[in-house]
């Protein structure tokens, strides 16, 4: 990962400071021609849109930034955490012996211990697809995507 990175731009989102979607997707792409082992999991942050309209933009923006500093804190050995658009992530978990169960707490937990209360009971959808040489940079997106909805309607 910190060799690829090294030799891509690296593009970051400017208000997170997570990784674009254009460097998530590069990243993915060199790891299915590496012929590498690994997952990717998406969140959707539930509810965000009224937390702009209640709240205001920039405590969304807060919500948001903060919710990153989570996420990086839970993926310590994750290289490339990335924020897709709006309220939605996406992290590729290479080499983790973590069960995802056991992310998705440690998420709550950190979630539930912020200082801003917009995060403490923030609730929020999420994916888990692992990637096999079958499935193209497209079709892997879609099944995480269709993961993640899952959750959300369940």
Do not use: P, W
Not at 43 to 56: H, Q, R, S
Request: aromatic share 12%.
């Amino acid at each position: 990962a910190y060799v690829f990175l090294e030799t891509t731009t690296g593009e970051k989102d400017s208000l997170t400071q997570l990784y674009s979607r254009s460097t998530y997707e590069e990243y993915v792409k060199f790891l299915i021609e590496e012929k590498r082992a690994f997952q990717v999991m998406m969140i959707d942050l539930d509810g965000f849109k009224a937390i702009n309209d209640n709240f205001g933009h920039h405590v969304g923006d807060r919500v948001l930034i903060d919710f990153a500093n989570i996420l990086v804190s839970v993926f310590t050995n994750e290289k490339v955490i990335s924020r897709l658009a709006g309220d939605e992530f996406i992290i590729v978990i290479q080499n983790s012996t973590q069960e995802d169960e056991a992310i998705i707490q440690d998420i709550v937990t950190l979630c539930k211990a912020s200082q801003v209360e917009q995060i403490r009971t923030l609730q929020f959808s999420y994916g888990f697809q692992e990637y096999n040489e079958n499935l193209s940079f497209d079709e892997l997106y879609i099944m995480v995507d269709n993961n993640m909805y899952l959750n959300k309607h369940s």
